[in-house]
């Protein structure tokens, strides 16, 4: 049963709440839970801790919330051992270090703690069913982005409530608090593929250096977008995976290529129902490239090259923008602030 021992051991009747692996989603959302008054740790390397415990933390969002959160009012833990007397695990690592974040989870953790996979990509949560056998491993989506601005600062730029697999315990219910809701699904396979082909902008947002709005708003790369999107729309048709409009249902991820296709005017009014963007947003493989890290390329472009592969689909876009993120990888110089032209080959 959830809810039963604070940190000091006393009943509290509130699930206890850890946040596995703390980059820019995980201090996001653990920020605001603990806004939110709930029962929450936040598992994090010691630079982070460091940086949280002289600054706290700064949330804010593209519809105006900036609130600060004095260093007192995040609880923060280096030790993976906090794992132990969690409820809930959140676990927000990147899709390289699930691996290692299970293996963790499987020698601290209680056996009837609730572990939900809030990451980017398909595979995750498999990978923790697979570690973690007989546990309850949920499959999560996020569908906003969020950037860490430095100095503690965590800035959602888009909009949308995070889904999670339906399940015991009222998990969703836990998870909820003011400006950051929750919903649980039955079937969120779908909807996290379809999650997967909006996140193929990823790529293209990071190699163009400029803000989402900027480049959305840019009709040649809405057009490189929608190519790249048919191209993996066509792989998941070979390869019979349904998929599910994540932002929102009334209009399927298969009509998404044509409306990034129309002209800017009518694009604006059709776009502005679907998704709220922060003029300073952009994506988190930006972000991973400004500060020399590796991308999830493999989960996102990766996954549809290789699907593509495996059921004789030619994927030349995918295939191109994958190749062009890892060489900037390996530049290490951040963003190339590549035009359209340069990124399609035309």
């Not at 692996?21 to 982070?48: E, H, K, N, W």
Request: charged share 20%; proline share 5%; net charge negative.
């Amino acid at each position: 049963m959830i809810g039963q021992a604070g940190q000091d051991g006393k009943a509290t009747g509130q699930p206890r709440i850890v946040v596995a692996g703390a980059g820019s989603i995980g201090c996001f959302v653990g920020g605001m839970l603990a806004r939110g008054v709930q029962d929450v740790t936040v598992l994090v390397r010691p630079y982070m801790a460091q940086e949280i415990s002289q600054q706290g933390i700064q949330l804010t969002d593209f519809s105006g919330l900036d609130e600060e959160l004095s260093p007192d009012a995040v609880s923060l833990a280096t030790d993976p051992e906090t794992l132990g007397a969690a409820d809930i695990i959140l676990v927000t690592v990147k899709s390289g270090a699930t691996g290692e974040m299970a293996a963790q989870i499987a020698s601290y953790a209680h056996k009837d703690a609730i572990i939900v996979s809030l990451q980017n990509g398909i595979q995750n949560a498999d990978t923790l069913r697979r570690a973690l056998p007989e546990r309850d491993v949920r499959a999560g989506m996020v569908p906003f982005n969020v950037v860490a601005m430095g100095g503690g600062r965590f800035h959602r730029g888009t909009s949308g409530d995070i889904l999670i697999e339906k399940g015991r315990g009222h998990v969703a219910r836990t998870l909820s608090v003011r400006d950051m809701a929750v919903h649980e699904v039955k079937e969120i396979v779908p909807i996290q593929w379809g999650k997967l082909l909006i996140n193929l902008n990823n790529a293209l947002n990071a190699l163009s250096d400029l803000p989402l709005r900027n480049q959305i708003m840019d009709a040649r790369w809405r057009r490189l977008m929608a190519d790249q999107m048919a191209e993996a729309i066509s792989v998941l048709d070979a390869a019979e995976i349904e998929t599910t409009n994540p932002v929102t249902t009334a209009i399927p991820m298969r009509l998404v290529p044509k409306i990034l296709r129309l002209p800017t005017w009518a694009f604006k009014a059709v776009a502005s129902a679907m998704l709220a963007i922060d003029p300073t947003a952009r994506s988190s493989m930006w972000e991973d490239l400004s500060k020399g890290r590796m991308t999830e390329i493999a989960e996102l472009q990766g996954v549809i090259v290789a699907l593509g592969q495996q059921h004789g689909v030619t994927t030349p876009i995918n295939t191109r923008v994958a190749a062009l993120i890892r060489q900037a990888e390996a530049d290490k110089a951040g963003s190339p602030a590549l035009q359209p032209e340069q990124v399609s080959g035309a």
